[in-house]
């Protein structure tokens, strides 16, 4: 058996697997230790010296095989470690981990059940058990159905082709183009519902926002009169459970009275806040999210499953068979000796398609549902200690209260603490994040993102889904970016 071949072969590869998943296992504890770096920063030349990544005529033997994997490894950030609290995402769940590996060991694809039986039964239970969470079974009766997507844009995107597929239905008039019906959500929504709003040709009307990043009732009603006085259509809004920057909640029962009183479609964005329906402490935040007519939602973001897992739900239970339905003869045959309701790709986007599924209810069952209350809830409460800390240090102010995870705040550094009144305040501050991300980053001490809102300058944003993380990792957060500030 040679190298080009692809099957691996007892002989030739399963020495060199053995040893390449002894080296991951490594890599796994190594990443996550707070003995080691987040990241070894090394800018693009010097890394093209370490690593050689060009691709050659002529194979490569397995022992230099081995030498790169290590390199990725070395040179990559590690998502897993304590410090990294830079994106919404993070953490390195043994479990999820597992159950990727289990993922790639399969290298199936969703489409039919004769070629991923177990998985469809999978996605089945998962998706069930999401729906009955979400929109709370009636009477005892399932509600709705739901995809898995490459992501939550995608998502989002999904979402509004559907809003708009139901309009159509609805009004069953052809004369009406898609660049006169108007999507609403708020200028603090994650930026793809602007991008798919593109792909789907509809016009995007962005509505205010409070101090908190809520969307402002009085403007959407506003905004939405104006648009049908001009001759538009509003045919859907975009609210968001847990915005990206200041983890607000848009009041969902406000906008599910307005949606039913222009008959719209609300869709809610809940791909970063969905996760706290697993805790029945917190999930109140989520009041009115069973209204929505779709939900989106990540459990890689607040449940720390491994990148990528996202799901689009919908009370409309036919409605992605419906929309998205064209019936292939050479894969959705109806002539099947086996039922084909379980082949679920015909209501996909997609065609072939990563079973996302599998490392989720592989953790599922790892920790119970309760496991996954407990993590959010471990969560919730280190958010709030950060937010005590930072009222506590002078060095430290908040940007805006928040409920959720999010915790925004300026690093005040020493010149800037004597007075704000000072002219060009806001100017020097500006600077200051930027800085302090250049010092975490080359000494690869932490990660955490910043960003300016409208007119308040950068600042930084504290979020995290790592449940691994403890009260003395926030303490070090804070001693980190004073000591990296201390001579500004
Ligand atoms: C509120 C919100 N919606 C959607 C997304 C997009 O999710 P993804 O990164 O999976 O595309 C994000 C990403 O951070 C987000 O914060």
Sequence with gaps: MSDWQSIPCVERHKQFLEKLIAALIDCTFESVSRENPVLRWREPGRLQDIINFNLQEEPQSQDSLLEIASKV????????????????????????????????????????????????????????????????????????????????????GIAINLARFSFRKKTQSSKI???????????????????WANVCDVEVVLVKTDEYGRMDIGDLRAKILREKSKGNYPFSVTATAGTTVLGAFDPLIEIADICQEHDMWLHVDAA???????????????????????ILFNPHKLLAVPQQCSL?????????KEAHSKQAPYLFQKDKFYSTDLDVGDKYLQCGRRPDVLK???????????GFEKHVNHLMTLSALFKEE??????????????????CFWFIPPSLRVSNSLYNYNNLLNKVAPKLKEKMTKRGSLMISYQPLREKPNFFRFVIQNSGVDKQDIYYVFDEL???????
């Design 272 to 294: 970063w806040g969905g996760g706290l329906i697993f805790s029945k402490k917190h999930s109140a935040l989520l009041r009115g999210i069973q209204r929505a007519d779709s």
């Design 390 to 407: 930072i009222e506590k240090r002078h060095a430290f102010k908040l940007v805006t209260d928040s409920c959720f995870i999010n915790v």
């Design 482 to 488: 004073e000591n990296l500030g201390e001579s500004m």
């Design 73 to 156: 490894f070395k040179y990559s950030v590690k998502t897993g470690h304590p410090y990294f609290m830079n994106q919404l995402f993070s953490g390195l769940d043994p479990y999820g981990l597992a159950g990727q590996w289990l993922t790639d060991a399969l290298n199936s694809s969703v489409y039919t059940y004769e070629v991923a039986p177990v998985i469809t039964l999978i996605e089945r239970t998962v998706i069930r058990k999401l729906l009955s969470m979400f929109y709370k079974e009636e009477n005892g009766t399932m509600i709705g159905d739901g995809l898995f997507c490459p992501g939550g844009s995608f998502g989002n």
């Design 177 to 195: 183009i898609s660049l006169n019906l108007v999507l609403f959500t708020s200028e603090d929504a994650h930026y793809s519902t602007l991008k």
């Design 360 to 370: 989720f209810w592989f953790m599922w069952q790892a920790k119970g549902t309760s």
């Design 312 to 320: 689009l739900l919908s009370k409309h239970e036919s409605i992605f």
